[in-house]
């Protein structure tokens, strides 16, 4: 296990792809293509934690990055788009901030979440924590994708893109956590895709539309 | 066996519903499984009492002075509930707002509901604990919007999303937590996630990596306690879902949560020899005591009044836990127990009430003791023991936690005293109209299940006058516990 081999450049390029994949979800106002984002993110993840499995030997690691193929890069990715053709939802509105200025925010924060990792990296012996950075700065760029949309759909991939960083954050800090545990979570996971596709269907019946502003009644002055 | 037991009983019980949960015998084989998962958790309480803590399965499962009482406390307000729940759910259906297959859906998460909360409450391990509490989230989502009107949903769509959001911060503060276990336990096993062996260590926890961790976890966690600024999901998802959703959402979920708190800062003041998650506790706890307190001057409906008056109790306990020491801890502890059993109680009469108003709009709501006395009476009682007057048990714990306010942190005093003060005053400048005055209340096609409330209110009654020597000295030994004596 040498610091400067391929496997692990490899894994690097990993994450900064997966780091490039977060801005361009939050640029994109399609949510077909977020989507095919999110998928994109599974893939990385996927091969991702299969490379450490590799090179680390632990076989908890093979499961848990067969687990994430299929489920966040097929699974999930095949739901939400057989949701987005039910429910004909394919364009987000307007985001709250425009492109440029989300990116310009979207910026800021990846140099507040290397900050915040640094005390993190420091302490790691794992030979992937220069990634840690990264992993925070996926899961607070989602966070503001969550922030900018108005549309259900989008806030999910969102969702489900800060569930990606935190997984990658996991890797790189601890090569993953305890095998039950992530087999709780992607549990939990795919029963929340599932609540909220019923959950979807709902809203749709009520309000013909899944575009968050009729989900604004319940305020206070009412 | 005895967690087996505990933990099987409401899983079985939501599988055995789900297929049947709208047979006209569904509500009683509800009760009947909520009884018997009450009697599972006396038996593991009749153990712990005689044994001490209690280990299972690996270490996964455990049972201290702490969690016990909340799990006896849990099941009994689950059997309760489900007591309220049939006739209440029986006259939602005859007034045509739920069908069948919502029956069905509602009897079946209840149930898994509970098993999530007592698995929560149970575990040993800080990751399962987490997947329980998520688990507790998503089954309760699609009870709130069991209604289907537009309301219901967007409260179902807040509390989904905000809670959703808030558990992934406590997900990524376990990792950390288990990040700096794992240097000192381990990764081998699962040691490095459990709590009996981190509290073993953590003295040796890396500080300025816990420190994060508890950021995290008290922002996630704290989501679903409902502190404020993070309490944007709790009076919508009281409101809109059914009452008994309501009371457990109330009496038993914030609980839960608190625990969740409570137990990561026992092991992260432990690793960090200095007052910050305290503070950070108490920061909260005053913030969402105030805040509370104003807005239930702006409240119509009966059932957003009482949710925002949890955020108000939560708020109380957390500053209680924040302050720390045996007294505070103790107090934090009653106020626990008796603020669970008096809101619930509270919210089956509020149930029956808007049941019978037709409406939960509260200028709507009149003369409740005219047609039914006990409705009526049940609702008053409940909102004088709530707002904390003697004899009642919420009384003997705001007391508590007063007067040892006083003596560490005399600044908080007069700041919680007001809001206690305001709040008086908005509840019960609401209640009492709709409990005395002019009728406007129909009568029900199932006579209403009220002794639940009563029993609860019983119960806050005799905490308030004597607490049991036995529940003391249980109440002192958590205490102690979680002070890290």
């Known amino acids: 296990m040498n610091e400067t081999g391929f496997d692990l450049q490899l894994l690097n390029t990993f994450a900064a792809l997966l780091l490039l994949s977060s801005f361009a979800m939050l640029s994109q106002r399609r949510v077909v293509t977020m989507v095919n984002l999110l998928a994109i993110q599974g893939v990385l993840l996927g091969l991702a934690t299969l490379l450490l499995a590799w090179r680390t030997g632990k076989g908890h690691l093979y499961v848990s990055g067969a687990i994430t193929l299929t489920l966040k890069a097929a699974f999930l990715p095949w739901l939400l788009h057989r949701l987005i053709r039910r429910l004909g939802v394919y364009w987000d509105s307007e985001p709250l901030l425009n492109i440029a200025g989300t990116m310009l925010v979207g910026l800021l924060i990846v140099i507040f979440a290397f900050g915040l990792a640094q005390p993190i990296a420091a302490l790691a012996t794992t030979t992937t924590r220069s990634s840690i950075g990264i992993a925070v700065a996926v899961v607070l760029l989602a966070f503001l994708t969550m922030i900018t949309r108005r549309k259900a759909m989008s806030q999910v991939v969102g969702f489900l893109s800060m569930e990606n960083g935190l997984f990658f954050g996991a890797m790189s800090a601890t090569y993953g956590m305890p095998m039950i545990i992530e087999l709780g979570v992607a549990l939990d996971i795919l029963v929340a895709m599932l609540v909220l596709g019923v959950f979807f269907f709902q809203i749709r019946e009520q309000f013909d539309s899944l575009d968050l502003h009729h989900l604004e009644s319940l305020k206070e002055e009412k | ?485």
Not at chain 2, 138 to 158: D, F, I, N, Q
Not at chain 2, 217 to 229: E, F, N, Q, R
Not at chain 2, 465 to 483: M, Q
């Open chain 2, 1 to 485: 066996m005895n967690f087996l037991l505990l933990l099987g009983t409401p899983v079985a019980g939501a599988v055995l519903l789900g297929f049947f949960g709208a047979r006209r015998w569904a509500p009683e084989a509800n009760v009947a499984i909520s009884l018997a998962t009450f009697l599972a958790a006396c038996a593991l309480t009749a153990r712990v009492i005689g044994a001490g803590t209690l280990t299972a399965a690996d270490e996964q499962f455990f049972i201290d002075p702490f969690n016990v009482f909340l799990v006896t406390l849990t099941a009994l307000v689950s059997l309760t509930t489900s007591l309220f729940s049939r006739p209440y759910m029986r006259i939602e259906r005859e007034h045509g707002r739920v069908g069948s297959a919502q029956l069905r859906l509602f009897h079946s998460m209840y149930q898994l509901f509970i098993a999530a909360m007592l698995l929560a409450l149970t575990t040993n391990n800080m990751g399962l604990m987490w997947v329980a509490m998520e688990a507790a989230t998503l089954s309760t989502v699609l009870l709130v919007t069991l209604y289907r009107t537009p309301a219901s949903l967007e409260a179902g769509w807040k509390y989904f999303i905000l809670c959703g959001v808030g558990i992934a911060q406590a997900l990524f503060g376990t990792i950390l937590l288990y990040f700096a276990a794992e240097k000192v336990l381990g990764a081998e096993g699962m040691s490095a996630l459990l709590w009996t062996h981190l509290n073993g260590v953590k003295g040796q926890l890396e500080p300025t990596v816990l420190i994060l961790a508890f950021v995290f976890l008290l922002v996630g966690y704290g989501t679903k306690v409902g502190l404020a600024p993070l309490h944007n999901w709790l009076p919508d998802a009281h409101a809109e879902g059914p009452t008994p959703i309501s009371a457990v959402l109330s009496g038993l979920l914030l609980n839960v949560a608190i625990y969740a708190v409570v137990r990561c800062k026992v092991l992260v003041e432990g690793a960090l020899h200095s007052a910050l998650p305290s503070q950070m506790l108490m920061g909260f706890g005053l913030v969402s005591v105030v805040l509370a307190a104003f807005f239930l001057w702006r409240q119509r409906d009966i059932k957003r009044l009482f949710a925002y008056s949890s955020i108000e109790h939560m708020g109380i306990i957390t500053f209680a836990f924040g302050m720390g020491g045996p007294v505070a801890n103790f107090a934090a502890l009653l106020h626990m127990t008796v603020h669970s059993l008096t809101k619930s109680a509270i919210f089956f009469a509020v149930g029956h009430a808007a049941q019978k108003a037709g409406t939960q709009i509260m200028d709507d709501i009149r003369g409740l003791i005219t047609l039914s006395p006990t409705v009526g009476w049940g609702l008053m009682l409940g909102t004088l023991a709530i707002l904390g007057l003697p004899p009642f048990g919420v009384f003997a714990s705001e007391f508590l936690i007063l007067t040892t306010a006083m003596r560490e942190q005399s600044w908080a005093t007069p700041i919680l005293l007001l809001a206690l003060g305001v709040a008086f005053a908005a509840i019960f400048r609401r209640v009492q109209p709709m409990v005395f005055g002019e009728t406007t209340a129909r009568r029900l096609p199932h006579p209403p299940a009220l002794m639940p409330v009563f029993v609860h209110l019983t119960l806050v009654l005799t905490l308030g006058l004597f607490i049991p020597p036995y529940l003391a000295d249980w109440f002192r030994r958590a205490a102690d516990l979680i002070a890290g004596i």
